[in-house]
């Protein structure tokens, strides 16, 4: 199932992508695309309804995130060993770990505010991981039973925050908008293999990023593993799992957004997003 919520933000209703690609709603089922409507039993019972059966959803909706209710949202860092060449890091040898607000989440084609005084906001092309099942010291070999599905996100970053300000990168992960996610949750059945998935990442119509999950250090269900080893992973929770090289601060010389561009991008079977770059009031 390609599963999506769409509406007003703060408003969004449940749907499903239908194999016409028509958004068919949901409300009559579930009341959100989160918590216990991600578990297994939850997917379950949505795969028995029939898409035909659904209120089909007329002319062009906004998509909101694709999940609801996030509790968590985690990132890893450098986990593509070119990427982390281009940023003049090595990989780790273990998986770096930071967060993203949750406030910073938007959907898939809403603008991206520069935040004000910021000189160095860049892009990131990201596969993402929704928990599907509570993950708790889960092995490797358990950890893909514990994912509900896949997703696109932008893990926009403002890199003077990130690496220049002491600290943490969270204040430089975290701004407002700076979290676009969807269009739609696809679920684990929908990807055949996340580890071989093609992403790219456009700006102004001029190709930065155009990699494929491959060449990921760490792999989806390591990282959940992993992740699980130090905190409970939730229904709903989401993984951003890293980035392909082609960032702003990668080029020579380095190029970051300003107000009036446009993002564009995207991944195999987890559809596109189109971002409006704007200044934040």
């Known amino acids: 199932m390609k599963l ?44 028995t309804i029939d898409p035909a059966s659904l209120p089909p959803v007329e002319g062009d ?4 995130p694709c999940v609801g ?32 607000a949750t406030s910073a989440i938007v959907g898939p084609n809403d ?10 906001t860049d892009w990131e092309v990201e596969l993402g991981i929704v928990i599907g099942k509570p993950a708790k010291y889960v ?9 509900a599905g896949y997703c696109l996100i932008n893990d926009v970053s403002e890199r003077e925050y990130q690496l220049e300000r002491h600290g943490t990168w969270d204040k430089g992960k975290g701004c407002d908008t700076f979290g676009p996610i969807g269009p739609w949750l696809a679920t684990r059945d929908e990807i055949a293999d996340p580890d071989n998935l093609k992403m790219w990442l456009e700006v102004n119509g001029h190709r930065y990023q155009d ?5 990921m250090v760490y792999k ?10 130090f905190m409970t992973l939730h229904p709903g929770d989401v993984i951003s799992t890293g980035t392909p090289p082609g960032v702003g601060m990668g080029q020579k010389p380095p190029v970051y957004l300003k ?22 009031a």
């Open 211 to 215: 990699g494929n999950t491959a060449t």
């Open 4 to 47: 999506v919520r769409y509406g007003a933000p703060g408003a969004e209703r449940p749907g499903l992508i239908d194999v016409d690609g028509r958004i068919r709603d949901l409300s009559a089922h579930v009341t959100d695309i989160a918590g216990e409507v991600l578990t297994p039993e939850g997917l379950a019972k949505l795969a």
């Open 220 to 229: 989806p269900a390591f990282i959940v593993h992993y992740l699980s080893q």
């Open 259 to 280: 107000a009036g561009d446009v993002i564009e991008l995207g991944i195999d079977g987890l559809g596109t997003q189109r971002q409006n770059v704007v200044a934040d």
């Open 61 to 64: 909706p906004r998509f909101g």
């Open 111 to 120: 603008d991206v505010a520069i935040p004000r005084g910021s000189v160095k």
């Open 69 to 100: 209710g996030v509790g968590k949202f985690l990132c890893i860092g450098l986990n593509y060993s070119d990427h982390a060449a281009e940023s003049g890091m090595t990989v780790p040898p273990e998986p770096v770990l930071f967060t993203k």
């Open 139 to 147: 092995s490797e070999e358990e950890a893909e039973a514990h994912i």
